[in-house]
C-alpha cells in the first residue's frame, strides 16, 4: 500500500519536533569566530534557531510544525505548535538573528541548505490562514530578505553547482527556493530572483546526459541524480523536461543505474553521518515520486520510479524516531516524501 501522509503520522511528527525545536543542546554550531567577543551559547547566538541540534534543522523543524498545521488544522498539538512560534518569532529575535548573519564573517553561513530552508519557511508563513500567520510573515519579512539578497549576489558568482548529496547540494536549495520565488510574486524582487533560479539551473543543467549516478556515498541524505532531475522538472516546461530526463537517465525503464532503485543501507543510527543514509532513502522517494508524476501514464518509467519510491520509503519511515541523530530532523524529509 503506498503510504501517505495521515492526521495520526502528522501528529507524530509534530511532536517530535516539538521536543528539539528549543531543546538547545546537544549543539553542533556552524559557528564563526571573528574575536572573543563571539564565543557563545546557541541560544546567545540565535534566539529563534537554537534548538535541534543545529541551525538548519531548527528552520526546517519551524517550517515542518507550520506546514503540517496548515494540512491538519485539528492537530492535537495545534495550540503549542502556536506557542512556540509565537513566543520566538519576534521583532527583537528576528533583528538578533538578522545581525548575525549579517557580520562580515558570516557571508557564507549556512550557504546554501541553511539558506533555502529559511526562504521555504518564509513562504510557509505567507501560506497560512492563522490569525497569527500575517504578523509573523511580517515580522519574518527582514530575515527572509536578507537571504534573498544572498541568493541573488550568490547565483551569478556560481560558475558551477555542487552535486555533492550533502548540505552543499546546489540542486536542492534552488528547488525549494524556486517554490518560495513562485509562491506568491510581490513584485519585481521575488520575479527577478525565479528568473535567476531557472536562468542558473539551465546553465548548470542543460546539456548533462547519461548520468552515471554513482551514489551512494557514506554520508548523503540526497541523491545527486534524482535532486538534479527534480530541479529541473521544476524549471523545464513538461514537454521539455521529458525530453531532458530521457537524455539524462536514459535507462530508468529497464531499472538503471541499479543504485538509485536500492534502498541505501544504514549500519548505525547513532552516527550522525550514517544516519543521513535515512535521510536519503526518503529525499529519494520524494524525488521519484515527483518526477513520476510529471511522466505520461503508462510510461515504464513511471511504475519503476513509484515502485521504487515504495520501497525507500519502507526502508526508512520506521526509523525516523529513535535516536536524536536523525530524530532531530528526518520527519521533515519524511513529510516530502509522504506528500509527494
Known amino acids: 500500500m503506498t503510504a501517505r501522509l495521515t492526521p495520526a503520522i502528522a501528529s507524530t511528527f509534530a511532536n517530535l519536533a516539538l521536543a528539539h525545536l528549543t531543546r538547545e543542546y546537544p549543539n553542533r554550531l556552524a559557528h564563526a569566530l571573528a574575536g572573543p567577543q563571539d564565543v557563545r551559547s546557541p541560544r546567545a547566538l ?29 492537530l492535537p498539538e495545534a495550540a503549542r505548535i502556536v506557542a512556540v512560534v509565537d513566543a520566538h518569532f519576534t521583532d527583537a529575535n528576528v533583528a538578533r538573528e538578522c545581525a548575525y548573519v549579517d557580520l562580515p564573517h558570516n557571508r557564507g553561513f549556512e550557504r546554501p541548505y541553511g ?12 501560506r497560512l490562514t492563522l490569525p497569527q500567520a500575517a504578523r509573523w510573515a511580517a515580522t519574518f519579512a527582514p530575515l527572509a530578505d536578507a537571504f534573498v539578497a544572498r541568493f541573488e549576489a550568490f547565483l551569478p558568482m556560481a560558475t558551477y553547482p555542487v552535486r555533492v548529496g550533502t548540505h552543499f547540494n546546489t540542486a536542492f536549495a534552488l528547488s525549494l527556493v524556486l517554490d518560495f520565488a513562485r509562491h506568491k510574486p510581490v513584485g519585481q524582487r521575488r520575479e527577478r530572483l525565479a528568473a535567476l533560479i531557472v536562468e542558473t539551473a539551465t546553465r548548470w543543467h542543460r546539456d548533462d ?16 541524480a534524482l535532486m538534479e532531475a527534480e530541479l529541473m522538472r521544476r524549471v523545464l516546461a513538461p514537454d521539455a523536461f521529458e525530453r531532458w530526463f530521457a537524455r539524462f537517465l536514459p535507462d530508468i525503464a529497464r531499472g538503471e543505474p541499479a543504485t538509485l532503485f536500492e534502498p541505501a543501507t544504514v549500519s548505525d543510527r547513532s552516527d550522525g553521518k550514517i544516519a543521513h543514509l535515512d535521510g536519503l532513502n526518503l529525499s529519494r522517494a520524494w524525488c521519484q ?45 519524511a513529510t516530502l516524501a509522504l506528500e509527494a
Do not use: N
Request: charged fraction near 20%; charge should be negative.
Open 46 to 74: 540565535h534566539p529563534i534557531f537554537y534548538g535541534s541540534y543545529d541551525w538548519h534543522s531548527c528552520v526546517h523543524g519551524y517550517w515542518l510544525v507550520l506546514h503540517l498545521l496548515e494540512r491538519f488544522p485539528d
Open 115 to 126: 539558506w533555502a530552508w529559511l526562504l521555504a519557511l518564509a513562504a510557509q508563513l505567507e
Open 209 to 224: 546526459a547519461g548520468c552515471q549516478a554513482w551514489e551512494p556515498s557514506g554520508d548523503e541524505f540526497l541523491s545527486p
Open 289 to 333: 515520486r515527483s518526477i513520476a508524476r510529471a511522466l505520461p501514464e503508462g510510461d515504464a518509467r513511471r511504475a519503476r520510479l513509484l515502485d521504487a519510491a515504495d520501497k525507500h520509503i519502507d526502508s526508512a519511515l520506521a526509523h525516523v524516531a529513535g535516536d536524536y541523530m536523525g530524530e532531530h530532523w528526518l520527519a521533515t524529509f
